[in-house]
């Protein structure tokens, strides 16, 4: 069966420091891979995704950016963290782009002091 | 814009009755509809996927899909104290993603 992970759950960083989550999916191939974040009091917002190794859309313009190195894996980084990108940070993945159910990792909740 | 609207709640129902949720969508092309659970602090589970006009019942949850009216509800029957959680509802854009509601959060009260 697939699993998806991400880390670290939890991180508290100062303003101006660089942040770096990853996210690994097993049990599939080729997976369309997503970060969305998810701040207090707002709905779930999507920043990147990407269908393929190397390939990478973003959907939010903002100091935040995304790679996928590995056909399974996912990174979300910073280099310089603002006090707005604290929140709750979430890995998904799907089957297929057009269609299909998306499946969350456990999240990674950032505060940023 | 493209929006899924979402009765932020909370709704509060005694334990063993019907909870319904519902939600409202303005992307006519939309085919695809999901509905989430996520508990507090933790991330979101999918309960239910529906691509039909019509009902469709998993245990004791049934989601009920209309594309003319762009409405999408989730009925939970029997509810349990374990199901108090915030239910978001989704659809599929056009990019493969999935735009969601801000959620409902559900109380069942014992």
Not at chain 1, 10 to 18: A, E, F, K, M, R
Request: net charge neutral; charged share 15%.
């Amino acid at each position: 069966s697939q699993t998806i992970h991400q880390w670290p759950a939890t991180l508290v960083q100062p303003v101006g420091s660089p942040l770096s989550l990853e996210c690994t999916v097993e049990g599939t191939s080729n997976p369309n891979l997503y970060w969305y974040r998810q701040a207090a009091g707002r709905g779930l917002q999507l920043l990147f995704y990407s269908v393929g190794i190397g390939q990478i859309s973003s959907e939010v313009p903002q100091n935040l950016s995304a790679s996928r190195p590995q056909d399974r894996q996912f990174i979300l980084s910073s280099k310089k963290l603002l006090l707005s990108d604290s929140g709750f940070y979430l890995c998904a993945w799907s089957a297929t782009l057009n269609t299909g159910e998306l499946f969350f990792g456990e999240g990674s909740r950032l505060t940023v002091l | 814009q493209k929006e899924v609207e979402q009765n932020s709640g909370p709704l509060s129902v005694p334990e063993g009755a019907i909870a319904s949720l519902n939600c409202t969508y303005s992307d006519r092309g939309s085919q695809s509809f999901f509905w989430y659970r996520q508990y507090s602090g933790k991330s979101p589970e999918l309960i239910m996927s529906i691509y039909s006009n019509g009902d469709k019942e998993d245990g004791r949850f049934t989601a009920q899909l209309n594309k003319a009216s762009q409405y999408v509800s989730l009925l939970i029957r029997d509810s349990q104290p374990s199901d108090s959680a915030t239910y978001l509802c989704a659809y599929r854009g056009s990019q493969g993603n999935l735009i969601f509601g801000k959620g409902t959060k559900l109380s069942v009260k014992p």
